[in-house]
């Protein structure tokens, strides 16, 4: 996934202003695929550049008010076609499973205690999004948008249920270590 199309999927549902923008992203779009202010409002710009959005029309603003962007026929068509195009999974870059992979032939020092860590994060994730998932889908929500909508944030419930539960299994690994020596 790309930030542009990121971008014009937000702008697609609800035409906002880069700085309602950014709040959405922190609410929702943040949680699969992050961006900082910064990148969201340059990125802005060269959509805008490109043709695939355009401040809306009579709001030019002058110098510190907003400007609010709606995605123009050729953003939509991109964003269609990116849509429909064959991606490849993309490859597991995770840091604590390099560390423990290193805790193997240096010491396992200080990983349990990062683990436990990583329990609460992922914990603290889960229960957000078990939350959010009761909050904006009750049983009879079935539209398309809602349904793949839903989708995504069953991801995020998968995969924070997964963490949470590798994460326990790793620290009863742990639990039976007979020392801090390497392998």
Known sequence: MSL???????????????????????????YFWSATHQQIYRELGKLEAEGLIRALPGQQPARGQKKSYEVLPAGRAELARWTAAPHDPKPLRDTMLLRLRAAAVVGTAGVEADLRRHLKLHERQLAEYEEIEERDFP?????????????????????????????????????????????
């Open 4 to 30: 542009p199309h990121a971008i014009l999927t937000a702008l697609v549902e609800k035409p906002s202003s880069g700085l309602e923008l950014t709040r959405r992203f922190d609410r929702s779009i943040g």
């Open 139 to 183: 049983p009879g929500r079935d539209s398309t948008e809602d349904r793949l909508r839903h989708l995504v944030l069953r991801a995020g419930i998968d995969l924070e249920t997964f963490w949470t539960q590798w994460i326990g299994h790793a620290l009863a690994e742990f639990a039976e270590l007979p020392g801090d020596e390497p392998a």
